[in-house]
């Protein structure tokens, strides 16, 4: 099946009518774009001029994406002295990459017969793409001129006179050829300027005596001037580099190059140039990496100006990484004065650092001694890359000489907040984290330290860490954990050693972070005895333990935990009370059981705050007690009741307490108010049953 490779081009005509005025268009115009339609396809000066009938403009049709090529013609036949007809084919930014050569829109121009004859130009035109074009016979020298006057002085206007309007056709359409997509969407040229007036063309052909109506413009020059101008710049690499191109037919390694990376300048005639002279740079015989970044620098100075040539040249998966080794191509991003221009993502130090060190680090060492010597902008981001680059080989950093290592800590103490550079045996640790009494002052970088150190499990230096930073320190801790993926907390033995070490720390944590979450204050409750009278000032804080389903792997440890929280529940207020004792009753009730686990210290928790009970071994029966009597004597939710006692058997067994303590009548009622809050289960529904239906005092409630 065959490809429709046709374009759809719009077209206008404009004539006389009452006026020079639109007469026909295949779309619909803007009123600013009609009034710029309208200056474009009048004619071009005062008056009419042999050889410059059926001359070319070429603009962009400003604020619609669209390009307009035009042609126009004298029109005697018409009353009016002065009247044109211009025939205008309107190209879409998309389409106009695909006109391979600008002459073969000359066959589709048409000259109207008569006013009969507008009709055809309401509707759009068929264009079919040239896919051969004969190569036009151009002045090498005129050639040269023209790219020099365009590209060499890019805000210039330039004005050439000509005995007619398709003297300069072939190389007009040379040029457009060379020209990519967007610098062809801003070109503006006209073949037929019979005045110099206020309109900006950026390459304009006048008759030789042509009006000057503005003052300001660079003069015309004659053929013989472009004749002057090619033969005396020649020599220019860049000039003569773009003259080949310009008249070579097939497309150029030059012409890659700027149909790829010219898109990326609005400016385009500004950029032709540097791109040009970079193509040198980089294709020449005797091309180096600091010669192309010398070039890139000087045309691009901005690191955000040409980022994607830059990143395609100097970037890791860039060209020159691969033809002249990852190696060479940060030894001159870390050396050269102009590797400034190169975007700091681009260069991307760090991350190209690290994977050096694990390809070839004799070189990262060497580069980064080097670098430290000359001290560039892009040396911190290299270091980090190195010391990142040891996480994998910390014998690496064995290797750099000591004056490195000492540089490296000293001129950049950020680097302490890279994990990589704490995993390294104890010793090690422990000369790193030397340093860390003297930053112990710089805001902000205590959290960053310490938590690259936990990272690595480095807890020799932790223990420094947290005496450096104090309670700082210690709340970065606190929060890494609180940070952690999941409800489960499992810190390891020398983590929770070492919190251990630092109670006053951990108690100023406490009481002055609200922040803090459950996990955080559930280590805390693993670690404090909760019979301290500073452990029980902290009013608020532990209810925050039990907020989420937050606990630890080890059961020992979590079963230690819930007997702290409960014991702080039995005396705590209102607020805090009732949520321990409901959420940590049921798991020291079973630890109490026998082999539950409840040790003689978990229960030195718990057992101040009981009643006495005269079987002193039964410390199941202790616990209810407890905590019946503690909900009856604060009035305590009915609804936390049920929560709390959640199997039949703790159920019945509180019933007992009660009933022991207040009577029928105080239960019954306080199944009343807390049956509606929570749906027993059959078995609890059943002891529930059995003291409501006592005697036939009356039915349970019906539960919803």
Known sequence: MAIDNSIRLHQALHGYRDGHQLLASSFEIAREQQWQMLVMSDLSG????????????????????????????FAPELRRPGCVWTHTLVLAGADIA????????????????????????????TYEPATAFPQPDIDTAVGSALLWLLYGSPTRKVVVTADTAIEYNDVIACLFRQQWPRLRRTFRFCTGALAIRDVSFDLAIAPREVARQDTDATAPM???????????????????????????????????????????????????????????????????IEGLLSAVGHSFPEPESSRRLKSDLFSAKGSLAKSKGEASVLYALLLHPAARCIPTDVADMEERT??????????????????????????????????????????????????????????????????AIWRVPADRQLTLAARLYSLSGRPGMAP???????????????????????????????????????NVVSPEHELLAVIR???????????????????????????????????????????????????????SIDLRCRAFLLSIGLTAGSSEGPQLVRECFEAVY????????????????????????????????????????????????????????????????????????????????????????????DQRAEVIAKFLHAKGARPMPELD
Not at 47 to 71: H, M, N, W
Not at 398 to 418: M, T
Not at 502 to 510: G, Q, T, V, W, Y
């Open 46 to 73: 005062p008056s009419f001029r042999d050889g410059f009938d059926g001359y070319i403009t070429g603009y962009p049709l400003e604020q619609s994406g669209l390009y307009c090529v035009a042609k126009t013609w």
């Open 98 to 125: 695909r006109i391979g050569d600008l002459r073969s829109l000359d066959g589709y121009f048409r000259r109207p017969e008569h006013y009969g004859d507008l009709d055809s130009y309401a509707t759009e035109i």
């Open 222 to 288: 004659r053929r013989s001037d472009l004749m002057a101008i090619g033969e005396d710049y020649s020599k220019e690499d860049w000039l003569r580099t773009a003259t080949d191109d310009l008249l070579e037919g097939t497309r150029t390694s030059l012409r890659q190059l700027l149909w790829t990376y010219g898109p990326d300048y609005a400016e385009g005639r500004q950029a032709y140039r540097p791109l040009c002279e970079i193509h040198l740079a980089a294709t020449q015989s005797s091309s180096t």
């Open 354 to 419: 690290r994977l050096l060190v694990l390809s070839d680090p004799t070189s990262a060492i060497g580069i980064a001694t080097a670098a430290l010597a000359v001290g560039t902008s892009p040396t911190d981001a290299y270091i980090r890359g190195l010391v990142g680059g040891i996480q994998s080989d910390p014998s690496v950093l064995a290797d750099a000489p000591p004056a490195l290592l000492s540089s490296l800590l000293e001129a950049e103490p950020s680097f302490l907040e890279d994990t």
């Open 448 to 486: 960053n330290v310490v938590r690259a150190i936990m990272r690595a499990k480095a807890w020799v230096a932790l223990q420094v860490a947290l005496e450096s930073f104090g309670p700082d320190g210690l709340a970065t801790v606190l929060a890494s954990i609180d940070d952690s993926v999941g």
């Open 501 to 555: 070490e630092h109670r006053s720390e951990l108690i100023c944590a406490l009481g002055t972070r609200p922040t803090l979450g459950p996990k955080a204050v559930l280590v805390a409750a693993s670690l404090l005895d909760p019979r301290s009278s500073d452990v029980r000032q902290l009013p608020g804080v532990w209810s925050r333990a039990v907020s989420a389903d937050a606990h630890f792997s080890d059961p």
């Open 590 to 681: 079973d630890g109490a059981k026998d082999g539950g686990g409840l040790d003689d210290q978990m229960w030195e928790f718990v057992e101040p705050y009981l009643p006495w009970y005269r079987v002193t071994w039964d410390r199941c029966a202790r616990l209810i007690r407890g905590v019946v009597r503690r909900f009856l004597q604060e009035d305590w939710r009915p609804a936390d009741f049920f929560l709390t006692f959640r199997t039949a058997e703790q159920l019945e067994r509180a019933f007992e307490e009660v009933k022991r303590a207040r009577g029928t009548r105080f239960l019954a009622s306080y199944c009343d108010e807390g049956l509606p809050a929570i749906l027993p289960d």
